[in-house]
């Protein structure tokens, strides 16, 4: 399998919005609460999660599809009932993809390691955007969770403004020590081998009135 190691998520082919699962038909269970894993990459991460937790369902959104399909055909080996896998660009499907879902099943997200883009010029490829936050204010539950690692510190201080800067999120938790799953992701894991420091934070989803007006209008 050719996978390539960064795709450029502005190329117009990512524009495409693909066809909605029927969530009756991936999940047993449809309305258990959700957990969305943005840059899901290999899928192992939430194939030991949804192991362990048959009481979540999980959802990976990843933009590089060689991935998706081969983490498809891993929970299907496993005949995980809780867990699924989808392809796309987060700036385009996040949105479409959380409206298709049953009411009020997101309840947590993580943000594991999001690609830096370094480069000043392209910093318009990273995954978490003013955008990409509100949609997230807009469809998790009051008092969901957000988690977020990466060891990249201007890459944390700048998604964690993003958040901070949302009217909709406060964040609960920060300069955590580890992450609060019980489960290394893989890029977790070679970043601890490297030996360097891990910037983690959890935002909460406020339950405060003008948080829920602007959900009730989506
Ligand atoms: C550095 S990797 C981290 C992978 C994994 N979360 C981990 O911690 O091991 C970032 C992942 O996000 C994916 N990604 C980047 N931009 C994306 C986007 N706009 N939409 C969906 N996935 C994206 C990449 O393809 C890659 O798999």
Redesign the pocket.
């Known amino acids: 399998m050719r996978i390539h190691q960064h ?1 450029n ?1 502005l190329n117009k082919k990512y524009l495409v919005v693909p066809p909605m699962p029927q969530w009756s038909k991936v999940y047993a269970e449809p309305f258990l609460p959700l957990h969305l ?5 290999s899928g192992r ?1 939430l194939l030991q999660l949804a192991q362990k937790n048959k009481d979540w369902n999980f959802l990976g ?4 599809e060689p ?1 998706v399909e081969r983490a498809n055909q891993w929970k299907d080996e496993l005949g995980l009932a809780n867990l699924y896998f989808f392809h ?4 385009i499907v996040l949105q479409p993809l959380l409206e298709s879902l049953p009411i009020g099943v997101l309840q947590f997200v993580s943000i ?4 830096p883009w370094f480069k000043r010029r392209h910093h318009k490829r990273r ?1 978490v955007t003013p955008q990409l936050v509100q949609t997230l204010a807009t469809y998790l539950q009051p008092r969901g969770k957000v988690f977020i690692q990466t060891d990249v510190e201007e890459l944390s201080k700048n998604i964690c403004g993003l958040f901070a800067d949302n009217i909709c999120f406060q964040v609960v938790d920060e300069l955590l020590e580890h992450n609060p799953f019980g489960i290394l ?4 894991n070679s970043v601890i081998r490297l030996g360097r420091y891990i910037y983690r934070t959890i935002f909460e989803r406020k339950a405060e009135k003008p948080c829920e007006k602007r959900m009730n209008n989506n």
């Open positions: 795709v998520p894993d943005l840059g899901s990459a991460f959104l990843e933009i590089r991935l796309g660009q987060a700036h594991n390691f999001p690609d995954l992701t893989e890029r977790e």
